[in-house]
Nanobody, 118 residues
Framework: VQLVESGGGLVQAGGSLRLSCAASGSIFGINAMSWYRQAPGKQRELVAA?????TDYADSVKGRFTISRDNAKNTALQMNSLKPEDTGVYYC???????????????WGQGTQVTVSS
């Protein structure tokens, strides 16, 4: 299973970016997809998650970020009103069953850099 992120870059404060994540490989089903970020010198933190009929956001991004499931294997993160503190490497995560009988495992993408200048 591979997760590939795209859409990161450099943007001024107040601007917008849209991140995308595409899953591929031997996938029976994806229970949930999430976005995490890691700022320099800090631990990786959950930004947004989407499961069956539910979404969840970190308090710091509520009202500014929107997570979506474009289809069974893709997710996107629309980021508006970006702030310098949103800077970091953004990682896609997926909880995946590779067969009907397998346990759920989580997989990570390689990350995409988001830099917000003040």
């Amino acid at each position: 299973v591979q997760l590939v992120e795209s859409g990161g870059g450099l943007v001024q404060a107040g601007g917008s970016l849209r991140l995308s994540c595409a899953a591929s490989g031997s996938i029976f089903g994806i229970n949930a997809m999430s976005w995490y970020r890691q700022a320099p010198g800090k631990q990786r933190e959950l930004v947004a998650a989407t499961g069956v009929g539910s979404t969840d956001y970190a308090d710091s991004v509520k009202g500014r970020f929107t997570i979506s499931r474009d289809n069974a294997k893709n997710t996107a993160l629309q980021m508006n009103s970006l702030k310098p503190e949103d800077t970091g490497v953004y990682y896609c995560n997926a909880l995946v069953k590779t067969t009907p009988w397998s346990t759920i495992r989580d997989y990570w993408g390689q990350g995409t850099q988001v830099t917000v200048s003040s």
